[in-house]
């Protein structure tokens, strides 16, 4: 336990004072109970049961005593304060308490212990005759001042600092750190604005002098900083011209900033206009720009792709660093409404060169000039070369974007004949390749020159016209109708092509329905965010979504031998099984790359009915109406061309199979993969192991069996030279598929009942 009296060392006297003064200090008393000046701070010690008394005395009526009492150790102490007849005025419980007394005079404080014996320190403050008050000059009030870094000693009843400064001004308010808070209060003592958590404003809306009153609400000892420029018609802000595009140059300032403060730049407008605040290393700062009087014109939330300044004139731009740690940056304001440092003029047909910009600063602006017509749809390109935030938006020749950041309608659409610019610039250059282009592409969508004209072609064979470069397509559709449209890469990896109304929403991608005939535009990779260059070869595929001249596909899952030749090519198969009949994919076991085709399945008008999945791993019921066609899709990238062999079986209605005996043998080929075998319902268990194994030759095989509706109840999941089934058995009569490599081999099959436990 502490004795009776103990002095507590006072860290704010090792402070090192600012200019404008440091905070008072809090002397320590040598005693307990007894007259108890302001600021002062009573270490004391108190058993159970034992009371201590102090009093204080005001000079002031309705003065407000600022006490706080910190519990050091042991049980809680608490008080009560009484005026002069005895009378309870309020009570000292919490760390920090605000007592407003009555008249002016001597008032006491009685401490107790209800608990058991405790330490704890009492200080006591005025809020209208402060035992010290530290006086902040008008340089105080400056962007360039440091302001005051001190410490608030432990069990301070606070510190107090006075200033004037005109009324109506604004203060921009640092957070304080720690459990450090504080209240500004006029000439009336009546509270104007609080310093708590987070970086806020303060308007002096009534006069002064005014009063800040610093304060640790724990009781601790806390180290602070006070911190309060004024951001009305503001002093110490670095100056920053506006500037063209490219290379600011001078014309840009760079500032470090200590965590969760901020600086300023007084912005000097030569004119109103779009202007592009371009920040470097800014992504915890969310600037704001204010007007002399402190009037917020704008914010980087809101305002990313630029501020309209009302008037010629100075501003305010201020950078909250919203992170802990120190940030330096770098800031330049660009001026959109001039076309000072443009690029020259591009055109907007689809052949126009791909524009190679190398940003050489890290605030640099690049603008690109293009004209149009009232009503032209723009589609503006970009991307970085390297890894890199990328931005860039269209503006008009005040350099105000009026393209929403989503619309349904693609592209810009320019509302006046007239020279427009698309605005571009790297977020954070990389730190690999500071120097790596970007690349943008300037596009016009109505009435498009320079895109290659498609028309429908056929399946089983290349897309019609040649692999060529430039993302766009007019695809001619001939009739009404229901088409497939899709572009693949020389290597055969998906293009992502988009089709385009007259309209100019998204029509589809690779399911269209056209409602009329007539010319519609494709556009590979649609997004804004993306660069295909003019010799970047692709092919079209475009064809009716109703099948035509397709092979006839067995039912009984016999291969069907195919050749892809060309990128693109889709195959079709015209199967056998009627409406409602369920089909399976079969495959040689040992086909790969090319050899295992995607194979999914349409109806008669190229209507959907299943993909590959239900194919393989299910059956693929046949909805819709017959005939029913397989689409052979190759969708192996990388490899265009190549031969397969692909089979569809018929599971239900049940196909007709050899009857699977105890014992049967097959063998498969090269042409020869896919066997069936019929149990009969009166012929089978409830459940059966079913085995097959290769007597001779080489290859792996699996096997499924079907019920009589089709539905696959069990099969081997990968392929296997000799495998047991163990499957229990649906009622009716049961279909067994055993698919082979193609390979020559001899395969015996064997079923054997499994006794009912």
Not at 592 to 597: A, C, H, S
Request: with cysteine; glycine share 10%.
């Amino acid at each position: 336990m502490l004795p009776s009296a103990v002095a507590l060392p006072s860290a704010a006297q090792a402070a090192t004072p600012p200019a404008t003064g440091a905070a008072q200090t809090s002397q320590v008393r040598a005693d307990c109970g007894g007259p108890l000046p302001f600021g002062q701070i009573a270490a004391c010690s108190i058993d159970q049961g034992e009371t201590q008394t102090y009093t204080v005395t005001t000079a002031k009526a309705a003065d407000t005593l600022l006490i706080t009492r910190a519990n050091v150790s042991g049980e809680i102490v608490e008080g009560v304060v009484t005026n002069a007849a005895g009378q309870q005025v309020c009570s000292v419980f919490g760390s920090v308490s605000d007592c407003v007394a009555g008249a002016a005079g001597t008032y006491t404080i009685t401490m107790s212990s209800r608990w058991g014996p405790g330490e704890y320190t009492l200080a006591v403050d005025s809020l209208k005759t402060p035992s010290s008050c530290t006086q902040l000059d008008n340089a105080f009030f400056s962007f360039a001042s440091p302001g005051i870094s001190t410490t608030i000693p432990a069990g301070s009843a606070g510190q107090c600092y006075r200033f004037n400064q005109p009324l109506d001004s604004v203060l921009q308010l640092t957070t304080p750190l720690g459990g450090v808070q504080g209240t500004i209060v006029d000439a009336a003592f009546q509270p104007v604005c609080q310093i708590s958590y987070g970086a806020t404003q303060c308007r002096l809306r009534t006069a002064g002098p005014y009063r800040v009153f610093i304060r640790e609400y724990s009781g601790s000892e806390a180290a602070y900083r006070l911190r309060m420029p004024r951001l009305t018609t503001p002093a110490g802000c670095p100056l920053l011209r506006t500037t063209g595009f490219g290379d600011p140059g001078a014309n840009s300032n760079t500032a470090t900033v200590e965590g969760n403060d901020f600086t300023c730049h007084k912005v000097r407008a030569a004119a109103a206009g779009a202007t592009l605040f371009r920040v470097y290393n800014g992504q915890h700062f969310d600037w704001i720009l204010y007007d002399q009087a402190a009037q917020q014109i704008c914010s980087e939330y809101e305002h990313a792709r630029g501020c309209t300044i009302p008037a010629a004139g100075d501003y305010i731009l201020l950078m909250p660093n919203t992170n802990w740690e120190k940030v330096t940056y770098q800031v330049a304001a660009v001026t959109l409404y001039r076309n000072s440092g443009c690029a020259p003029t591009t055109g907007t047909t689809w052949t126009e060169p791909t524009i190679s910009v190398t940003q050489g600063s890290l605030i640099g602006t690049h603008c690109q000039p293009f004209r149009g017509q009232a009503g032209d749809r723009i589609l503006a390109f970009g991307a970085p070369t390297r890894w890199n935030d990328f931005y860039h938006w269209v503006v008009d020749s005040a350099g105000n974007p009026f393209c929403p950041y989503y619309d349904e309608q693609a592209g810009c659409v320019l509302p006046t004949t007239g020279t427009y610019r698309v605005i571009s610039y790297l977020g954070n250059q990389s730190t690999e390749e500071p120097q790596a282009p970007y690349e943008l592409q300037v596009r016009r969508l109505n009435n498009p020159v320079g895109c290659p004209t498609v028309s429908p072609g056929a399946y089983g064979a290349a897309p019609a016209g040649a692999a060529a470069g430039i993302r766009c397509r007019i695809l001619d559709v001939p009739a009404a109708g229901d088409y497939r449209v899709d572009a693949h890469w020389a290597d055969n990896y998906d293009a992502s092509p988009t089709v385009f109304d007259a309209d100019f929403r998204e029509l589809c991608r690779t399911f269209c329905q056209f409602a009329a005939p007539g010319r519609y535009t494709m556009v590979l990779s649609a997004t804004s965010d993306s660069i295909i260059q003019n010799d970047s070869a692709y092919a079209t595929t475009f064809l009716p979504a109703a099948p035509s001249s397709c092979a006839s596909a067995p039912g009984n899952g016999d291969l069907v031998s195919g050749e892809f030749r060309a990128a693109g090519q889709l195959d079709c198969l015209e199967l056998s099984a009627p409406a409602g009949g369920k089909v399976v994919r079969v495959l040689p076991t040992d086909a790969t790359g090319v050899g295992r085709p995607y194979v999914s399945v349409v109806d008669a008008n190229g209507g959907y009915v299943c993909d590959a999945n239900p194919l393989y791993q299910y059956s693929c019921e046949l909805t819709g109406e017959a005939p029913f066609f397989a689409l052979v899709d190759n969708r192996n990238g990388g490899t265009p061309t190549g031969t397969y062999q692909v089979g569809i079986a018929t599971v239900s209605p049940p196909p007709s199979c050899a009857a699977q005996a105890n014992d049967s043998t097959v063998n498969s080929s090269a042409d020869r993969v896919g066997f069936c075998f019929t149990i009969a319902a009166d012929d089978h268990t409830a459940r059966e192991d079913l085995r097959y194994r290769r007597t001779s030759g080489t290859g792996n095989a699996t096997m499924s069996v079907f019920s009589a509706d089709g539905i696959r109840y069990c099969y081997t999941m990968t392929p296997s030279a000799d495998r047991t089934l163990n499957c229990t058995l649906p009622e009716g009569q049961i279909t067994v598929l055993l698919e082979t490599a193609a390979q020559t081999a001899t395969w015996q099959v064997t079923r054997q009942a499994v006794p009912t436990p």
